[in-house]
T-cell receptor
Framework: AQTVTQSQPEMSVQEAETVTLSCTYD???????LFWYKQPPSRQMILVIR??????QNATENRFSVNFQKAAKSFSLKISDSQLGDAAMYFC???????????????FGQGTILTVHP | EAGVTQSPTHLIKTRGQQATLRCSPI?????VYWYQQALGLGLQFLLW???????NRGNFPPRFSGRQFPNYSSELNVNALELEDSALYLC??????????????FGPGTRLLVL
């Protein structure tokens, strides 16, 4: 069974500063994908960033980047130059494939509430 | 490009009734996924449909069922509603053009309240 753990229920950051959200996962699969999703108060889940496990290079999307440590099964999200609009619940998620066939499902962590102070 | 749409946005039912939730995927996407986000339980995978067939199912009782139509839209049916079924139900869709694991894009959700 796969598990995803987010150990920080809440985090806060000052506007324009940098914050890092932590995520660890556990799996026996070798072919998997990791995601960070953002859920603002509107409840719409929005993809922030995606990382394929076979890629050694860390994914980046503008102000968002990840630190993917495969051996440690760690997948943290760094938000640079934080903006008020970044305030949301952030979920780390995991999806696996076996033999080229996806299991389909995303396994989510418990979420981290990010507050951005002006 | 239109995103994933879900209807209704809110649904109020009484215990024992049936609820039907609907989802339209992004154009070109063939896979539809359903998740339950209940208070205190986080996001739980319910069902995955692709090309009209159920491909995977989460740890939910059989009274949670669904189907996918030829146009790839989907319905989630919850029979014999219980109070603990109150939750936000999220639908997501993905394509399979680039391989076995595509990114899932979510709709705005249907909030179900069981009284």
């Amino acid at each position: 069974a796969q598990t995803v753990t987010q150990s920080q229920p809440e985090m806060s950051v000052q506007e324009a500063e940098t914050v890092t959200l932590s995520c660890t996962y556990d799996t026996s699969e070798s072919d998997y994908y990791l995601f960070w999703y953002k859920q603002p108060p509107s409840r719409q889940m929005i993809l922030v960033i995606r990382q394929e496990a076979y890629k050694q290079q860390n994914a980046t999307e503008n102000r968002f980047s990840v630190n993917f440590q495969k051996a440690a099964k760690s997948f943290s999200l760094k938000i640079s130059d934080s903006q008020l609009g970044d305030a949301a619940m952030y979920f780390c998620a995991f999806s696996a494939s076996a033999g080229g066939t996806s299991y389909g499902k995303l396994t989510f962590g418990q979420g981290t509430i990010l507050t951005v102070h002006p | 490009e239109a995103g994933v749409t879900q209807s209704p946005t809110h649904l109020i039912k009484t215990r024992g009734q049936q609820a039907t939730l609907r989802c339209s995927p992004i154009s070109g996407h063939t896979s539809v996924y359903w998740y339950q986000q209940a208070l205190g339980l986080g996001l739980q995978f319910l069902l995955w449909y692709d090309e009209g067939e159920e491909r995977n199912r989460g740890n939910f009782p059989p009274r949670f069922s669904g189907r996918q139509f030829p146009n790839y839209s989907s319905e989630l049916n919850v029979n014999a509603l219980e109070l603990e079924d109150s939750a936000l139900y999220l639908c997501a869709s993905s394509s399979r053009l680039r391989g076995p694991q595509e990114t899932q894009y979510f709709g705005p959700g249907t909030r179900l309240l069981v009284l």
